[in-house]
C-alpha cells in the first residue's frame, strides 16, 4: 500500500486556492451588475458593453495587439535562428558565452532589462538623434528583445529531440543547407515555432514593467491602462478587461502547450515504430 | 572482378580520426560496378564513419576516395552520384510516402510528368503504391525501410549505401527483406556497400566482404574466402563457430605440412600454407562441420579420440563439445543421417568417440 503524501497534497490545494480564487472571483465580478466592485448586485453584463465602448481601452487595446503581434513575429524569427545556431553549430567558437547570454535575460529582473533598455533607447536618440520619441518602437523593440528568449529555448529543446540524420537525407537527396532548412528543419519543428510565437505574443500582450520602462507621451498599451486605473479604485469594467485578457492568455498558453504535447506524441509513435517493425 | 581496369569505387589510405581517437585506420579498398560489398564488424569498430566519409558527411583526416574514377575530396553530399540509406530510416516525418520517395527528383530537370512515372516506379518495385498517400507514422517499420530505399533509388545514384539496413526489423521480416534487396540489386544494377554487425547477413548478401576491427579492415574476399580461408585468428572467430589450438610446425613435405598439437597428444597432418617454416609457432583451426565423429575408430588421416562433454540435439542435426586427450574442448558438428532409436545420433553423452579430419580441413593462422 502506498500512503498518499496527505501534506504535499494540502499544500498544493492551498497553492492552487491562492491563485485561483482572487481570478476566478475577479471573473464573477465582471458580470455584477452594482457600481461597487466588491458587493454583489445580481447578473449583468453591462460593464463589457461599457467595456467595448471605450475608446481609450479600444486604442490601448489595439495597440497592444500589434504590438504583440509584430513582436512576436520578429522575436520567432530571430529566437528561431538562435536557436538553430545553438542545436547545429556545435563547434563554434564562444558557444558557450552565445548560449549564457541568450538565456540569462530569462532570470535577468525586468527592472533592470526595462532600465538598462531605456538607457539605451536615451543614449541612441542623443548620438544618432533617433528614437526621437519613445513609443510604439521603443516599446516593440524592448519586447522582441526579451521575448526571443523564450522562443529560443522553445525552438533549441525540439532541436536536441529532432533526428539530425533527417536533414543530412535531404543532403544526401541532392539539396544545399538552405534548401535543407525550408523543406525539412522548418516543417519539422513549426509546432515548436507556432508554440514560441504563442508565448512571445502573450508575453508582450501582458507585459507592465519594461513597457513602462520603454514607453512615451501617448503610447498606452492596455496593461499600462488597467495599471493607471487601478491606481485610482477598482472599478468593475476592469474586472470585465482582465477577464477577457486571462481568457485569450489561457487560450494562447493551451493552445502552444497542445501543440507541442502531440508533436511529442508522434514523435514518440514515430521512435517506436522505427525500432520496431510488423510487415 | 576485371584487375586491369579502373575500379569503380577506390579507397586509399583513408582514415579519420575524432579528437584523438582513431575511427578509421589507413583503410585500402576496392569495389567493382554491379556489386554487393559489405562492411562487416562488431559495434563501434569504424562501418559507420567510413560510409559517412564516401557519402561526404565525414571528411577523412588522411587519404583519398575514388568514385567512378573521379576523386571526391571537397565535393559536399549533394554533388555526390551517391545516395545513403540512414540506420533510422530518416525518413522525413512531415511528407507522405509519395512526397519523401520524390524529394530527390525535385533537383533533376525532368518534367512532372517523369517524376511522377519514376515514383509510380519505385512504388512498385518496393511495394507501396497502396501506401503512397500515406504519412510515415501510419506505415509499419518494414514499410518504413522500404520508403528508405525507393527514396535512395529514385534518383538513380551509382552507388547505394546502406547503413545497418535490416537491424531494425524483427526476426522473420529480416531474412524475407534480404532476399528483396538482393533482388532489388540485381534488377537496378546499383552497386551496393552494406555495412552490417550480422555476418550471416553479410554472407548471405554479399559478393565480397570486408571485415573490420577498431577502425582496420583484416580480410577482404568472398563470403567462401572469408569462412574457409580466414587470414587471422580475429577473422576466423569472427566468421562462424571454431575451434583453435595452438600448435607447432614440425616437418613440411610437399603441400603438406605435419603439425604437433598438444591438446590432441600427437602429430597431425595439415594442408601447409605460403611462408610456413618448420618449427615455426602456429594456430590450428577447425570448423565444426569439418570434423568427423564416431563410435568406432575411423580409417582416416587424422584420427583423435575424445569423450562427449555435451550434445545439442537440434532433430535434422547435433553439435558436440568434445573432451580431446589434452583436456581442451573441440566443438563437432554431424547431420542426424540415419533414423532409429539408438542410431538417430552418432554418439551420446559420456561416450567415447573417434574424430578425424582431412588435412585440407585444418586451417593453419600464423598471427
Ligand atoms: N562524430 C563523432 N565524434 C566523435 N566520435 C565519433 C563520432 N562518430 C563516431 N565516433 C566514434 O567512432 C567510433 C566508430 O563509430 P561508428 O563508425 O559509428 O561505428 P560502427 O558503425 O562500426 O558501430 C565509435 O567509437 C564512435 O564513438
Ligand atoms: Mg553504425
Redesign the interface.
Known amino acids: 500500500m502506498t500512503r498518499r503524501p496527505v501534506f504535499l497534497i494540502t499544500v498544493l490545494c492551498f497553492g492552487f486556492a491562492f491563485f485561483y480564487i482572487p481570478i476566478l472571483s475577479m471573473m464573477v465580478y465582471s458580470f455584477n451588475d452594482s457600481r461597487l466592485a466588491t458587493v454583489w448586485g445580481g447578473f449583468s453584463t453591462r460593464w463589457y458593453a461599457s467595456l467595448f465602448s471605450n475608446r481609450q481601452v479600444g486604442a490601448a487595446l489595439l495597440l497592444s495587439v500589434q504590438i504583440a503581434l509584430i513582436s512576436a513575429t520578429m522575436a520567432t524569427i530571430l529566437g528561431a535562428m538562435a536557436g538553430i545556431a545553438l542545436a547545429r553549430f556545435r563547434k563554434f567558437r564562444g558557444r558557450t558565452i552565445f548560449s549564457g547570454m541568450v538565456t540569462a535575460p530569462l532570470i535577468m529582473p525586468e527592472v533592470i532589462t526595462g532600465i538598462s533598455l531605456l538607457m539605451f533607447f536615451i543614449m541612441l536618440a542623443q548620438i544618432t538623434g533617433w528614437p526621437g520619441q519613445r513609443g510604439f518602437t521603443t516599446i516593440t523593440l524592448a519586447h522582441i528583445t526579451f521575448s526571443m528568449v523564450f522562443v529560443t529555448t522553445v525552438v533549441h529543446a525540439r532541436m536536441s529531440q529532432m533526428?539530425r540524420?533527417?536533414e543530412?537525407?535531404?543532403?544526401?537527396?541532392?539539396?544545399?543547407p538552405w534548401q535543407v532548412l525550408k523543406?525539412?528543419t522548418l516543417?519539422?519543428i513549426?509546432p515548436a515555432l507556432v508554440s514560441g510565437w504563442l508565448l512571445a505574443f502573450t508575453i508582450s500582450l501582458d507585459d507592465v514593467v519594461i513597457t513602462s520602462f520603454t514607453t512615451g507621451p501617448g503610447a498606452t498599451t492596455l496593461p499600462l491602462l488597467i495599471w493607471s486605473k487601478v491606481k485610482l479604485g477598482v472599478t468593475p469594467d476592469i474586472n470585465a478587461l482582465a477577464t477577457l485578457i486571462v481568457v485569450t492568455v489561457g487560450l494562447c498558453v493551451a493552445l502552444a502547450g497542445w501543440l507541442m504535447s502531440r508533436a511529442e506524441r508522434?514523435?514518440l509513435?514515430?521512435e517506436r515504430?522505427?525500432?520496431?517493425?510488423?510487415? | 572482378m576485371s584487375g586491369e581496369a579502373e575500379p569503380f569505387i577506390r579507397i586509399e589510405n583513408v582514415a579519420k580520426s575524432f579528437g584523438s581517437f582513431q575511427a578509421v585506420k589507413d583503410v585500402n579498398l576496392t569495389v567493382a560496378r554491379g556489386e554487393i560489398f559489405s562492411l562487416l564488424g562488431g559495434s563501434g569498430c569504424g562501418k559507420t564513419t567510413l560510409l559517412r566519409m564516401l557519402a561526404g558527411f565525414e571528411d577523412p583526416t588522411a587519404g583519398r576516395i575514388f568514385i567512378d574514377g573521379q576523386d571526391m575530396s571537397g565535393i559536399p553530399p549533394w554533388e555526390r552520384p551517391v545516395h545513403m540509406m540512414f540506420q533510422s530510416y530518416a525518413i522525413f516525418p512531415h511528407m507522405s510516402v509519395e512526397k519523401n520517395i520524390a524529394y530527390g527528383l525535385k533537383h533533376e530537370r525532368i518534367s512532372a510528368a517523369d517524376r511522377a512515372a519514376r515514383v509510380a516506379e519505385m512504388l512498385d518495385l518496393v511495394q507501396l503504391t497502396p501506401f503512397a498517400k500515406r504519412k510515415p507514422h501510419q506505415i509499419s517499420g518494414g514499410q518504413r525501410q522500404r520508403v528508405a530505399l525507393a527514396r535512395a533509388l529514385a534518383r538513380q545514384p551509382k552507388l547505394l549505401l546502406l547503413d545497418e539496413p535490416l537491424a531494425a526489423l524483427d526476426k522473420k521480416l529480416r531474412e524475407h527483406t534480404q532476399f528483396e534487396l538482393m533482388s532489388i540489386q540485381a534488377r537496378t544494377g546499383v552497386t551496393f556497400i552494406v555495412v552490417t554487425h550480422d555476418q550471416e547477413e553479410a554472407m548471405t548478401l554479399s559478393d565480397r566482404i570486408a571485415v573490420m576491427d577498431r577502425g582496420e579492415v583484416r580480410q577482404v574476399g568472398t563470403p567462401t574466402e572469408i569462412y574457409e580461408y580466414p587470414a587471422s585468428r580475429f577473422v576466423a572467430g569472427f566468421i562462424g563457430a571454431i575451434s583453435t589450438f595452438p600448435a607447432r610446425v614440425i616437418r613440411l613435405t610437399g603441400d603438406l605440412a605435419e603439425v604437433d598439437i598438444p591438446a590432441m597428444d600427437g602429430t597431425f597432418a595439415a594442408r601447409a600454407t605460403p611462408g610456413l617454416t618448420e618449427g615455426q609457432e602456429i594456430t590450428v583451426a577447425l570448423r565444426p562441420e569439418k570434423v568427423a565423429i564416431a563410435k568406432t575408430c575411423p580409417d582416416a588421416v587424422n584420427v583423435v579420440e575424445g569423450q562427449v562433454k555435451d550434445l545439442a540435439y537440434f532433430g535434422k542435426d547435433s553439435l558436440y563439445r568434445v573432451t580431446l586427450p589434452g583436456g581442451d574442448l573441440i566443438a563437432v558438428h554431424a547431420v542426424n543421417a540415419r533414423r532409429g532409436p539408438d542410431t538417430a545420433r552418432p554418439a551420446d553423452w559420456d561416450d567415447k568417440v573417434w574424430l578425424s579430419f582431412e588435412p585440407a580441413s585444418a586451417i593453419i593462422l600464423t598471427d
Do not use: K
Request: net charge negative; charged share 30%.
Open positions: 533526428d540524420s533527417i543530412e537525407a535531404a543532403m544526401d537527396l541532392g539539396s544545399r523543406d525539412v516543417p519539422v513549426s508522434r514523435r509513435a514515430e515504430l522505427a525500432y520496431r517493425a510488423g510487415g
